[in-house]
Structure formats: C-alpha cells, structure tokens
C-alpha cells in the first residue's frame, strides 16, 4: 500500500514538468496459421530481421523456421537471405567459423539464383568474417567483389535506394580495411587505383569514393588535398541532389577546416550542413554535427554556444540510447566545464565518459579520456596523477596512429613539466615534439598554440627577444582566426616584454589589444539574458527596478503558495500514509487474535480427546464414516494416526513416498486419497500442519528462546523461506510479527 501512494505522488509531481513524447512502432498481431507457406517464408525472414539486433536467439529461430518453410516449397533461391542472416548473427557472436559456412551457402545460392542484391550482400558479410579474423587481404577482394556489383547495378539503375544503401556499407567496409592497415598513404593509392575504373562522373558510388578518399588524406594530415576530394563529392552531391549526402559533405568539409584550426571558415560549412539536416528526419547525424560545432564554438572560447549545443547533442544521444556518442559529448562537455572553473561537475562528466568506453572497449574515446583527466588534474595541480593519464592517453593515440591527439597529449605533458615541475628542458622537448607533428598534419590551431607554450618557457628563461617571436606568429594566427582566449595570452605577453624593454608605445598598444580581447572573452562567457538586462539598466533604469521588484515579489509568492500546496499534499499523504498502516495493523492484529483463539481450542480438544480417543478424529474428520463406505476408512485412519499421533509431519525430509511406505501403499492412491478427502496435495497437506505446529510453539510463551527460524524447523521446515511463505501464505501475517502480537497478548493476560 505505501508503495502504491509513493507511486501515486510521482505520477502527480510528473505532471507538473514538461513530457517529452516519442512515437512507436505499433505492430498488428498476425495469425500465423492463416498464412501461406510461401508467406510464412517472408514473415519468418522479416522477423529475424527485426530481431538481429535485440535478441540473437530468437533471430536464429526464425531464419531457421524461414529456411525450413523454403525447404518445403522446395524454393532453394528463397534460403539465400535467412543463411545470409545466420551468417551475421554468429558473426556479432565471434564465431566465424560457423558464420563462413552460412555465408559459403548463401553465396552458392545467390549466384545460382542470380540474385545480384543477395550476392552483394554474401560477397559483403564474407569480407566482414574476413576482417573479423585479422585477413585484410582476402576482406578487400571480397568487398572489392561486392562493390563492383554495386557499380554494375548502379548504372541501370541509380535511383535504387537499398542498393545506393548497400553501395555505402560495402564502401565503408572497404576504407575500413585500409585504415585499419595503419598506412594512410598506402590506403590512399589503394583507394584512388580502384576509383579510377568508375569513369562515371557524376555517380552515386564515384561521389562515395571521393568523400572517403577526403577522409583518409584528412587522417593522413594532407588536410588540402582531403578538401580537394571533399570539394568534388560535394559537386556531384549537388548534380545528384540529395540533401542527406550534401548536408553530409559540408559537415565533412567544417572537419577539415576544423582540424586545419581555421574555426571561423568550420563554422560556416557546418552552419550550412546544419541547415538542410535540420529539414531532414536523422537526429544520430544531427547529435554529431551538435557536437562539431559546439567543439568548434569551444574553440573559439564561446563556452555559452559551446555548452548548448553539446547538451543538445546530449539530449539526441539519450533518446536514441547511443552511448559511444554520449561519451564523446560528455568528454567535450567536460573540458568547456573545466574553462568555467567547474571541476566537480566536470570530473563526474569524465567519469561518465569514462565508464562507458571502458564497457565497451573503446580505446579511441578511452584515448580522449585520458587526455581530459590529464587536463583535469594538471589545472589540480597534481603532476603524478596528470602525467599518468596523459601517456596512457598518448600510449593509445600512438598505437592507433591518430597524429592529432599525439599532439594534445604531447602539449599536455609540457604543461605538467613547464608549470609544475618547473623542468623548462624537458617541457620544451616535449613542445617542440608536438610542434614538429602539428606543422607535419598542418594544424595552424595546434601550431599557434604550441607557439604560445614555447614562447611561455623561453619568456621565464629571459630570452625576451625569441619569445616574443613565437608570440608574433601566435598572434597572426588568432588574429586572423578571432581567437579571444588566444589573442588575450599572446598580448599579455607581448605588454610585458615590450614594458621590459622599455618600448612604451607598444606596450601600451598590446595593452589596449589586450584589454579588448578580454572583455570580448567576459561578454562570450556571460549569457545573452545577462548583457540585455545590463543595456535595459542603462536606458530604463528605473523601469528597469519596478519591474525586477514586482517581478521578484510574484516569484517569491508564487513561490510561497507552490510550498504550502505542497506541504498540504505532503500532509494529507502523511495522514493516508498514518490512517493505512493503523488500519493495517489492527487487522494483521484482529489475525493473530482469531489464530490464538484457534490455538486455544485446539488445546481444549487435544483434552478432550485424551478423555474420549475417537473425539478428536471424529471433530477433524466428521465425514469418515462415509469414506468407510467406499473403503478407505482404514487407510484414513492409519493416515490420520501417523500425522495426529507420530506427528511426521515435523520430520524435515518427509516425503509422500516414505508415507506411502509406513502405510504400505502407493503414491497414486495415496495421493487421491488426500485429495478426495482434504481437497489438497501432499505438499501442501503436509505443510499446513507444520505451519499449526509452528503456530502452537510461536503462541507458547515457554519457547520464547528459541529464534523464529528455530520454530520452523521444530515444525518440519528445512528452509527459512519456505516457512515465512507458507505461514505468511496461511496465516496472514509474518512468524516475527505473530510472535511478538502473541506475547503482547499474554503479558495482558497475566495483569489481568
């Protein structure tokens, strides 16, 4: 019952807060017995289908099912697609082995059948068991195989939406192959060899092509010649006019502006991007691009933009329950976070981020991680804790050959040695490691940020003059980028060597930059609500206080009647709670009364009967007489002995078995016997009389010392359990709680 009011005040209190509603798949029930065989076939394959990824099990049985109902049509092309997708469930089940043999039949069929959408798919889940079991090679001429379907196809047809989709699995497939190669250049020539033979120029797969070759010349640091390929699918995306593909592109394109750290120009692509995705139903590719931006908005030190849109990509995530996203967006979260001066908040962001990469042994996102609790504890200043993350972080990032993240975990450890340890040598190894790297891939950001950090080391050094050289060319950077954060720390610099060289003009100059540089970071860090409020004050000032009066007073009333209506809910509940358990109590108590009631007529009869024998057989068993017309009455009788006289019943590991063999009978009869007679099986029989026992002992003050799990098995139970089920089952209330109402009851007695 207080669950129930304890449900009840959430249902009520949930009503008072917005509710996100989301649609479902409302699926008709279907009478499976009043469809063909041939239907049966299809359904089967539909459902397994639906099932692959939920439940593994169920999936496997239905493909089954589809394939034996194909097998009785004796329409062998029709087992192509369930083998194909029992050859994709022991895949995700690690048994490639088994998957080989689904997918070898599969592949048989198709290509007698000449189904070519099957065969791309068997050609495609061979090169997927291929890669599983570490065969690069024989995984790319499988893909390769299936891909040059998808072209043959493709050109019969371009407007086929499932094979333009298959084209793309296939295709990220086959880049998967060469990027996990570790060789990007090798992966490049690899990739633009075969994109030669598609002459065509504006295809579907030519424009697929292109966008992953952008992408690995991206990975491999050629960030110009990635927007020279990202640039051509872009055009054909226009020529094709797919809006989903174009939105992509120019997401693509704000990438590798991104990581060139020209922020401004990221922004503009992905402005553009999000535009035409907003008008399109694909919240997964809208969380990411949320996500770039909101990485791009923290680059450019506006945290306010910045916080938005990661929680909006947060809220995307959730909904779709897509955790690899979610970490990513909280690591990201987490570094804005740590700007704002919020470390505990941002360390339970990190957790979080952690915990679920490490479930899922991500050592990408662990990658970052461990780069952002580097981060965290360096701003703590704990240097052992802060070094330890990041060359985990860097460890990774090496093995996986991601050169961008070499390059903050790299700029991480000279922070820890330059500010902490106060080791000036070795941090300047370690910046002009990473300078080295981000020149290499071109990351102008990374390249001016490092400047900044070199520049940093050689100014506490003295050498004045080639400090303030690194700062220079930081600050054409920032400058052209519209780096607030940056421009600030680079003119900090620049005020103090020009004060020191005693260059008045300039210093003051940098000094004035740098003033404006740090409002234009305060006013970026303040909300929009904060800086109209402050131009009202100005210009309506006294307007402006009546209404932030009047406004304040609503609220606190408002306020005021919000908790008095919930402290009268509260209350009222208190009351319902209080008036329940009251009115459960007296009925768990008027229980324990009719049972001690019970309990002392019992006694009285057992007096009786040693007076008068047959009294007590006669009183529990008034109908013997008639069971003696039908012949049982002697086997009763000796029944009724062996359970009001032995009282085997206490015995812990009876059985109706050895029953049967004190009465020399046999189960089934003796079974029936128990139930014609008591309208009950055995069990039950049985354990209704041990709980009359246990309810003797717990009414008879003299075994107060024995403990309640003591009784139950004085009573013929071996497991706790069972007893509290049985006698709460029987009873009505729990062994403790009889107990405890039943001494009450005789100490009332005894004062009396």
Known sequence: MAKNIFYTILIIFSYSFPVFSQTTDVKTEINIESLSVSEKVDYYVHLAEELLSTDRQKATLSALEAIGYADELKEKNRTAKPYLLLADIYLKRNLNDSAMIYA?????????????????????????????????IEAGASFIKSLNLCQEHLAKDQNDSNLKFLTAEVMNHLVMVYINSGNYPEATDSLQAFSRRFVTSNSYIKMLMLGNLSTLFQMSGERDSALIYANRAYDIALVLDEPENISKILSDIGNIYFSKGEYREALNYFSKGLEILSALDEEAKLAVL????????????????ATEYFLKSARIKERLQDSTGLSITFNNLALVLMDHGDMKLARAYLGKAVAINTK?????????????????????????????????????????????????????????????????????????????????????????????????????????AVSSDYFKLALVYAENE??????????YYLTKINILAGNSKEASEYYDWNQRAQDSIFSVEKTMAVANIQAKYETEKKDRENEVLTHSNRIKQNQIYYLIGVAIILLVLLIMLLYLYRLKNRAYHQIVLKNLEIVNKEKQLRKISQIVPDALSDLLHPDGNDHAAKGNHDLLAKLNSLIHNEKVYLETDLTLEKICKKLSTNRSYLSQIINDHYQDNFNSFINKFRINEARRLLSDSKYNNISVQGIGSMAGFSSKVTFYQHFKEIIGVTPAYYRKEALLQHRKAIAS
């Open 360 to 464: 899922k042994k991500n050592k990408r996102g662990l990658s970052f991680n461990y780069a952002g609790l580097g981060d965290f504890y360096l701003r703590q200043r704990l240097a052992d804790s802060s070094i330890h993350f990041y060359v985990e972080s860097l460890k990774i990032k090496q093995e996986l050959k991601q050169r961008n993240g070499m390059i903050i975990s790299l700029h991480g450890l000279g922070d820890v040695y330059s500010e902490l340890l106060k080791d000036d040598m070795k941090a300047l190894q370690l910046y002009n490691q990473a300078f080295t790297i981000a020149n290499e891939i071109q990351s102008q950001y990374e390249s001016a940020n490092l400047q900044i950090s070199i520049g940093s080391v050689l100014f506490r050094q003295k050498k004045y």
């Open 290 to 305: 949320y996500n770039n931006m909101a990485s791009t908005y923290k680059q450019l030190t506006d945290y306010e933009k």
């Open 482 to 491: 519209d780096v607030p954060d940056m421009i600030r720390t680079c003119t």
């Open 104 to 136: 070898s039949k599969s592949l048989n069929i198709s290509e007698k059948s000449e189904n070519y959408a099957d065969l791309i798919r068997a050609h495609n889940i061979y090169g997927r068991i291929h890669l599983a079991s570490e065969k690069p």
